[in-house]
């Protein structure tokens, strides 16, 4: 049931604007949960089910022609078959799930990137998901020409990575936004930093944030 909270196994979230570093920060949240035994189950978005990972080949190829609204609705058709199939039957059983993004990306991209009014997106994020929404969010964050940098070293860019820097500016402007207005759920970490003093503040938001339960 679609807004029942999970107060024991958590839902936490990793977002950022391309290039702040999620897929290696994703590597030192694994070594958290396995350094305290702690289940985990790790996925992504827009993937997570067969049907997300089809919608993903989609929303990401360059060669994807689709409207501003089309794009958004297939967001949150993938993030409703992630909830059902994979995120909500895992805390049922205890076991804590960690997200490369959620629905902080639709209102950041589709939203401050696209143009989409955010308010149409808060819609579709009621009507999705009722009242379920991360325990915890760690948002990296990157000045915008680290970001641009680490894109440009990509081999192949997908369909956002191609993005003029206006568009990554605008999404990042969401992204802290968001987390100015609820401080409760996010952790801003700079991510411009050596890999371990980023360690160390992930860490420590994890700490903090299991502590409140155990």
Known sequence: MIGKLFMQAQFITLDGIDGAGK???LAVIKDWFEARNLPVLFTREPGGTPVGEALREILLDP???????TETLLMFAA???????????AL????NVVSDRFTDATFAYQGGGRGVPLEEIAVLENWVQGGFRPDLT?????????SMQRI???REKD????????????VREVYLNRAAASPERYAVIDSNRDIG????????VLDGHFNRYS
Not at 63 to 69: E, I, N, Y
Not at 84 to 89: A, S, T
Not at 92 to 95: A, C, K, N
Not at 159 to 170: H, K, L, P, S
Request: proline fraction near 4%; avoid cysteine; aromatic fraction near 6%.
């Open 63 to 69: 060669a994807t022609k689709a409207g501003l609204h």
């Open 152 to 154: 440009g070293k990509n």
């Open 92 to 95: 049922e059983r205890g076991v």
């Open 159 to 170: 369909r956002f990575e191609q993005e003029e820097a206006g568009f990554f500016t605008r």
């Open 197 to 204: 003093e980023v360690r160390k503040s992930i860490n420590a």
């Open 79 to 89: 993030r409703r078959q992630h909830i059902e199939d994979v995120i909500l039957p």
């Open 138 to 146: 760690i948002l990296l964050d990157v000045p915008l020409e680290v």
């Open 23 to 25: 897929s290696t920060n």
